[in-house]
């Protein structure tokens, strides 16, 4: 029977449930998502002709070229506070191997063949490695194709070479990026029921958090008996 | 040229052939520098700066017959200076027209993602049209003669066009139309070959230069400004003349495989995790299970 209470369900962590993400965790990796969205949009609207119909969506050609790079910026920014924030929990730990050597009965959802991971799994931090490593250099090759007229005039002219060079990195280091993001798109919303919701609200119920992440669950929910 | 469909084929009342037969009417169109008559005077800058309509620029003197130090948004057309030591006690003063070459395999249009930003017409010309350049620059990545020049009020790439708007009214381009000393030609890419060479064998049969030739890249599939050099493998003394330039390779990976790759890639990408739901579905956690808290 129900008393009529409205729950916060999203200010407010219920009993039975823990906290996997706070506030601030979620608001960077939103604005993260958003950001990366814009970017592969209108990435893909200047990699393809087939795709160039993209550009108008977002206002055309001209206003995506001025927007692209700022919003990288903003877009690097919060890679780099997730960087901060989640290091620690980032770093490998010696099931990782384990869970790698596993990687068959993951994807085939036998998961209780699955050694157990911490905050994050192994296959999670491949994930955020790959995209920290490829922000990287998507930041150092998108500076430089930001001002490509530094190396169209003068002595700097002799440094013309590294253009095609820089523009063709940062193009494969995106769709590195976008194979990634994919994978990481489908499991939030279809693979792992409860991610969504994790990232969402904040937090996950208890035997969420001890099917997916027995580690991470024994440390919070054994230090809050 | 631009006239052809104009060509007289049939005249009434009228004996014999018609008037141009068997003159050539390719559709290129080509222009000649010769580098051996240019005297540096500049004429052909100020030429292209009254047609084209842009104001004329802040000169730098830097001990050379360099009016400045590069080509720019609104100066497309510069007579590069170079001072070369023959190594015999002599020096040579080379003076090269630079401007856009109009490549016949145009790497600008190749990296350029805007369309309609910049086209090739079939007469050679490669012209940018400004109402559709994004302003990414893809084209200055993409030439091998660094000739697109980028204006930052207005966040588009300016080049010499070849007086597009002239050879399309039937007339010359304006720097040909100043030359004093007949360095430069314009006309047919077959004719001003031709005259090239003939130009070329003068040179090399009546003067120290035994190495005069043509310059006409393979690289871009040749080009619809030719010059005539002393020494036609010395290019690159010629103020950075490319002696073989080419598409660059990354432009031609990133067009062509990368491309291809990419968006096989990701559509098969988006097919795969799909029919990894249909095979698998999704990680249910045991609601049955009970958890002690």
Known sequence: ?225 | MSNGLMEIKAISGHRGGTPGQGVSRDYDVCKLVDTTTCIGCKACEVACLEWNGYEFRDTTFDNTYQTMPDTAWNFWNLIRFNEVDNGDGTVSWLMRKDQCMHCEDPGCLAACPADGAIVQYRNGIVDFNQANCIGCQYCVTGCPFNIPKFNSVTKKVYKCTLCSDRVGAGLEPACIKSCPTGCLHFGSKEDMLALANQRAAQIRDNTSHKNAGVYDPEGVGGTHVIYVLHDKDKAEQYSGLPQDPSVPFFVKMWKGPLKWLGGFGIAFGVLGVFLHHVRYGAKQVDKEEEVKP
């Open chain 1, 1 to 225: 029977m129900t008393t009529g209470a409205i729950t916060r369900s999203s200010t407010a962590t219920p009993h039975d449930e823990v906290v996997r993400y706070d506030f601030s965790e979620r608001a960077t990796h939103w604005v993260n998502a958003l950001s990366y969205s814009y970017l592969l949009l209108t990435g893909l609207a200047l990699f393809t002709p087939y795709l160039y119909w993209l550009a108008y969506v977002f206002g055309g050609g001209g206003t995506i070229r001025f927007w692209h790079p700022w919003v990288g910026l903003v877009y690097v920014a919060t890679i780099l506070w997730m960087h901060s924030r989640w290091k620690a929990d980032m770093a490998p730990i010696p099931s990782d191997a384990e869970w790698r050597k596993n990687i068959r009965n993951y994807i085939e959802n036998r998961d209780e063949l699955v050694p157990a991971q911490g905050k994050f799994n192994a296959g999670q931090k491949q994930f955020w490695w790959v995209m920290f490593c490829c922000t990287v250099i998507l930041l150092v090759t998108g500076i430089i194709m930001w001002f490509p007229e530094w190396f169209s005039n003068g002595s700097a002219r002799s440094f013309h070479w590294v253009l095609p060079l820089v523009v063709f990195i940062h193009s494969a280091t995106a769709l590195v990026t976008i194979a990634a993001f994919i994978i990481h798109v489908y499991m939030s919303i279809w693979m792992t029921p409860g991610s969504m919701k994790a990232m969402m609200e904040g937090h996950v119920s208890t035997r969420w958090a001890r099917a997916h992440h027995r580690l991470w669950y024994d440390k919070v929910v054994g230090g809050r008996k």
